[in-house]
């Protein structure tokens, strides 16, 4: 195994792996088979709580109603997808809950509109195939079919980007709970435990529209949008602070007063709306979800850390906005110097900082 300060990203069950095991060894619940944990531990695991006396610290923030249904649901064998905006952790909360789960969670097929049929069934080695012929040996199994195989859970990443025959493909597996390899004359069954998590993201509606059929073959969940501006300030505080610590940045954590403005930008512009609902305000055409304000600030503290003195300025957060709000767009320009001549510039000396380093940059 390598060296885990040299990995660039760890998966969440090596990431979490203390607390997972403190959650396996305090467990009292029932463990569904081929779980590593009950479904209450799995619970505490995504929104935190103790076990044996270790602090678990929670992973998603948000309704804890809808993780309870989210986990519901694999304890039987129903699939599950997580639908919603962009940046809304769909894709963190399926890696935490087949983390916790499973204790795998990079048995991963990523959706797109190239994702091939193989892909989510079989391939072969074809070198292997040539000289042998079909053998067990030379089949090649997809991330799904080996957690057919193994009784644990595949991920399928951004499913609505796929063409609808790959969603088809899925259909069948998910109702049969089979694959069958009609060049070995042999059938995969499931074992116990096996599922799928699948993630969609709303704004991608109408590219290849899920089909009925196959919505039909999954429990779905919406992840909404954090409700209100201290639960977006709380979710972007405690990610920050971890991936800054990840990746050793070196610069201090950004004060509360940024974390509030940036925030405040990003669900004003997201709404339409200033935060008191006195002023309609454009928003722009690419999401700005709290994924991005959190990569906007680590970016931020990134540039203030390399270039700066190790403390977050105005000058850095503006850099930051200034990208997360203008995709290269010139609509997305205007609405930008909108916000800020219409929006910021009136709200006074404690925005004037930042106000001044964003029109200096957009001048
Ligand atoms: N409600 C939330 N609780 C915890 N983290 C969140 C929440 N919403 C967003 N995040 C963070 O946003 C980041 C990106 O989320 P991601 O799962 O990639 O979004 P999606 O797949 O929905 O586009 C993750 O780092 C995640 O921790
Ligand atoms: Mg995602």
Known sequence: MEALQDVLRLPAERLFKEELDALKAADTGKVPAGWQLSPRSVLTFIT???AGGRIITPKYIGNKRLVEMAIATLVTDRALLLIGEPGTAKSW???NLTAAIYGNSGLVVQGTAGTTEEQVRYSWNYAMLLANGPTPEALVQSPIMRAMEAGGIARFEEISRCASEVQDALISILSEKTISVAELGKEMNARKGFSIIATANTRDRGVNEMSAALKRRFNIIVLPAPPDLETEV???RKRVGEIAAQYELGAAAPADEALIKVVTIFRELRSGMSLD???KIKSPGGAISTAEAI???TGSMALAASFGDGELRDA???????????KDDDKDRLVWKEYLDNVMKKRGEEWRGLYTACKELNS
Not at 316 to 326: E, I
């Open 277 to 279: 609902r006195k002023e």
């Open 93 to 95: 909360l399926s890696e």
């Open 48 to 50: 935190g709580g103790e």
């Open 295 to 297: 990569s906007l600030l």
């Open 316 to 326: 850095d957060l503006a850099a930051g906005l200034q990208g997360a709000v203008v």
């Open 234 to 236: 709380e979710i972007v």
